[in-house]
Nanobody, 128 residues
Framework: QVQLVESGGGLVQPGGSLTLSCEVSGATISSLTVGWFRQGPVKEREFVSIMRSRGSGSRSYYGDSVKGRFSISRDNAKNTAYLQMNSLKIEDTAVYYC???????????????????WGQGTQVTVSS
């Protein structure tokens, strides 16, 4: 019942910025752990970032390769999560997938196998 639709991918120059969106249907986004994984050519699926509700607020987590450059956020009214990508590098080129799950323990958040719901992906290409 939960469906995820990504958008915002495209071509950007190194050092540029891009924002991805993940629209969630079938569940309230604040009830889910929602975030992003990516898979580039000849690479394994890689954890990028997730956000989950903690009390009245939320907590965000990032993979080491994107810390300080990417920021995750959500708009509860729009039931949409975002990934703001800055200072993009050629090695950021990948298909980016939105993922969502429930009841995840902290040690599982970086494991793609723990997420039940996935979008179809959006291509991000960083090139001059």
């Amino acid at each position: 019942q939960v469906q995820l639709v990504e958008s915002g991918g495209g071509l950007v120059q190194p050092g540029g910025s891009l924002t991805l969106s993940c629209e969630v249907s079938g569940a309230t986004i604040s009830s889910l752990t929602v975030g992003w994984f990516r898979q580039g050519p000849v690479k394994e699926r890689e954890f990028v970032s997730i956000m989950r509700s903690r009390g009245s607020g939320s907590r965000s987590y990032y993979g080491d390769s994107v810390k300080g450059r990417f920021s995750i956020s959500r708009d509860n009214a729009k039931n949409t999560a975002y990934l703001q990508m800055n200072s993009l590098k050629i090695e950021d080129t990948a298909v980016y997938y939105c993922a969502a799950g429930m009841g995840l323990i902290l040690s599982s958040i970086g494991n793609g196998g723990a997420y039940k719901h996935w979008g179809q992906g959006t291509q991000v290409t960083v090139s001059s």
